[in-house]
């Protein structure tokens, strides 16, 4: 199984932490946010991983070259500017589509600033099952921007602002506000549905394919350890839940 991590945001909110270093090689814990991904990923038998790059991009070509790529077989995709979600996933389309498994295998798609324990293997298995186009690792938290889901859990819309401003893309009697952990699992069967250009998200891509029936799903991660690292406060905490063992 293929995975990509992406790695190319400017980390403007880990300031001053991301002054000379992309986030992907903030430390935590004595680990880059890069390292303990693919850790993570490795530990489910993942081996071939794409990385995007924009900010500081050389850094992480040079830092993976050092570490001899983890044991793994590892690319970048380098980005002259960023591409958002979607725009950076679609550029990675050839190093999904090439080889055997071709469009029958999905893939995972994780964001580096995250920390979590997620049992990747069931949430493919759950994937699997449903036969979604994509399944999206959600919970029930606070968050200042929900994703909607009715109560079969397929996506139906997303709700952001204090005021709790629903958009709904599909009919629903019952929406469900989750909140994404920037984890996901997706058939390569997206790219040939992809019509967006440019940066874009690829929420906005998921909004859009729901509206025309295609299955979005979540899986429910309630029970596992999370922890954006978007901020150097939540850097700091996700340090002390990695030295408690949060990840063993």
Known sequence: MKAMVLAAGLGTRLRPLT?????????VAGKTMLEIVLERLRSFEIREVIVNAH???GQIAAYLKENRDFGMRIEISYEEILLDTGGGLKKAAPFFLAG?????????????????????RRMIQAHQASGALAT?????????????FDERMQLRGRRSGSNANDELVAAS?????????????????????????????????????????????????????????????????A????????LQ
């Not at 999905?106 to 324990?117: E, M, T």
């Not at 999206?136 to 909607?148: C, I, K, M, P």
């Open 173 to 237: 009697t019952r929406a469900v506000p989750l909140a994404f952990c920037g984890i996901h699992v997706i058939s390569p069967r997206i790219f040939s549905l992809m019509t967006e250009q440019g940066a874009f998200s690829i929420i906005d891509v998921y909004l859009r394919l729901a509206a025309a029936r295609e299955k979005v799903m979540a899986f429910r991660a309630d029970e596992y350890y999370w922890r954006d690292l978007g901020k150097p406060e939540q850097v700091e905490k």
């Open 136 to 148: 999206l690792a959600v919970q029930e938290r606070e968050t200042s921007r929900y994703l909607l």
């Open 19 to 27: 002054d000379d270093r992309p986030k992907a090689l903030v430390e």
């Open 100 to 120: 055997a498994a071709g469009l029958d295998q999905p893939f995972i798609l994780h964001n580096v600033d995250v920390i979590s324990a997620i049992d990747l």
């Open 55 to 57: 900010h500081f991009g």
């Open 239 to 246: 340090a002390e839940d990695l030295r408690r063992g949060v």
